[in-house]
C-alpha cells in the first residue's frame, strides 16, 4: 500500500513513521526543499496548485491523505478525480474557514460563543456594536498557532483591526471566558466506525499549544463525543479529527475542528495502545480501528524554537523525545517529549524536570 501525503511536516513524518511497520510506503508532496517528512518515503517539491506534479502523485499511490488544513480543499478535490482522498475535500473546505465551521456547528446544535461574519471595516464595527467586547476578530481561513488573529478589548482596538488582518474576509466572535481548553481525538473509519481518545487538557501560551494531559474519566467525555460524532457522521468523516472546545459552566462550547491527526494528540504515540497517527492510517485503508485506550498517566510536552540536550531528556524516566530534524527557529514546533506514569504525582514531576531543562535552553 503506497499512500500519498499532501504536506511534508512533522505530522506526514510521524504518519510515515506509524505505517512504515504496517508495510506502508509514502511519497510526500511539499513546496519545501527541506521538508522534514521526506527522508522516509519520496518527495515531490511541488506548489499544491501544480496539476501537473498532484497528477504524477496519484499515478504513484493507492490513496492520498493530508498532514495540514492549509491545503487547498481544490487540491483534494482535483486529486479526487483519480484516487480516493480521505478525508473528502468538503471536509477540508469547511474545517478551514472559521465562518463554514461556526455555522455548521451552529446547524448541528454544538454550542458556540456569539460570532458575526466581518468583510469590511464598517462590517467590524456593526458586529462590534451587536456583540460587545471583549472579542476576537480572526481570518477566516490560513489561521493558526495565534495567527491571524487580534483580541479586541476596547474601542480603540477596533478602529484599525480590520486593515491590521489584512482586509481579508474575517469572523468576530465574542471572548469566551472559559475554565478550560479542552480537545477530542476522534477517529471515524471507511464503514462509519468510531473510536474516541480521551479527553485532553491543553495549555496555550501565545497562542502556541505547549501542553497537554490526557485526562481520567472526564466528567465531559460523553458531550465531547456526542458533539463530535455529529460533525464526523454529517460530513461522512475518514480519518482523524481533533475538536477543540472551551470548558464553560460545566459545559462545552466549540472552538475548531482540525481536519487531520493533531498536536494535542501526540500524546498517543506512546500514551495509547494505538496511536492518532496509526489508527488514521487503519481509517483510511479500511483497516479496523486500533484501540484508544489510554496506557497509565500521560502528556505531551511540545519544544518550541529548540529541542533541550537530547541526553538530558533521555535521563527522565519514561521520557519520549520526538526531534523533528527541522532547523531551529522562534516560535516554531522542532520537537516533542512524551511523558508516561503510573500515577498523576510522578507524571507532574517529570514535567517539572522537563520544563527546568526547555528553561536552562532558554
Known amino acids: 500500500m503506497k499512500i500519498g501525503v499532501i504536506g511534508g511536516g512533522q505530522l506526514g513524518r ?33 506548489d499544491y496548485h501544480d496539476h501537473e506534479h498532484l497528477r504524477q502523485l496519484a499515478d504513484q499511490v493507492d490513496m492520498v491523505t493530508f498532514e495540514f488544513e492549509s491545503v487547498p480543499a481544490d487540491t483534494v ?26 455555522n455548521l456547528f451552529r446547524n448541528l446544535q454544538v454550542p458556540v460563543a456569539p460570532y458575526a461574519a466581518v468583510d469590511s471595516q464598517a462590517e467590524l464595527e456593526q458586529a462590534v456594536a451587536s456583540i460587545g467586547l471583549p472579542a476576537v476578530l480572526k ?11 487580534k483580541v479586541l478589548r476596547a474601542p480603540v482596538d477596533v478602529s484599525a483591526a480590520f486593515a491590521e488582518l489584512g482586509s481579508v474576509p474575517c469572523i ?6 472559559f475554565s478550560g481548553e479542552v480537545s477530542l481525538i476522534a477517529v471515524r473509519g471507511r464503514d462509519g466506525a468510531c473510536r474516541f481518545y480521551p479527553l485532553v487538557h491543553n495549555t496555550h501560551n501565545d497562542g502556541i499549544l505547549r501542553l497537554s494531559i490526557a485526562s481520567e474519566q472526564h466528567p465531559l467525555q460523553a458531550l465531547a463525543e456526542q458533539y463530535t460524532s455529529a460533525v464526523l457522521e ?44 496509526e489508527n488514521h492510517l487503519r481509517a483510511i485503508t479500511g483497516l479496523p480501528l486500533g484501540s484508544t485506550r489510554k496506557l497509565g498517566e500521560s502528556a505531551m510536552v511540545n519544544f518550541i524554537g529548540c529541542v533541550p540536550e537530547i541526553a538530558r531528556l533521555a535521563a527522565i524516566a519514561d521520557c519520549h523525545v520526538h ?18 506514569s503510573v500515577d498523576s504525582d510522578t507524571l507532574h514531576r517529570q514535567l517539572d524536570e522537563i520544563s527546568l531543562l526547555m528553561a536552562a535552553d532558554n
Open 14 to 46: 510521524m504518519l510515515a513513521l506509524a505505517g512504515t511497520p504496517l508495510g506502508m510506503k509514502f511519497v510526500f508532496l511539499d513546496p519545501a526543499q527541506d521538508a522534514c517528512a521526506a527522508m522516509l518515503g519520496e518527495h515531490i517539491h511541488a
Open 172 to 177: 468576530l466572535e465574542d471572548f469566551v471566558e
Open 323 to 340: 526531534d523533528y530534524g527541522k532547523a531551529f527557529k522562534d516560535g516554531r514546533k522542532v520537537g516533542h517529549a512524551t511523558v508516561r
Open 77 to 102: 478535490a482535483f486529486l479526487s478525480q483519480f484516487v480516493p482522498v480521505y478525508p473528502c475535500a468538503e471536509s477540508l473546505r469547511i474545517a478551514r474557514d472559521r465562518l463554514l465551521e461556526k
Open 234 to 277: 454529517h460530513l461522512d468523516y475518514v480519518g482523524v479529527m481533533a475538536f477543540e472546545f472551551f470548558e464553560v459552566d460545566g459545559g462545552l462550547k466549540a472552538n475548531e475542528i482540525a481536519p487531520r491527526v493533531h498536536n494535542s494528540g501526540h500524546w498517543t504515540i506512546e500514551g495509547a495502545e494505538c496511536s492518532q497517527f
Open 139 to 149: 481570518t477566516r481561513t490560513l489561521g493558526y498557532d495565534g495567527k491571524g488573529q
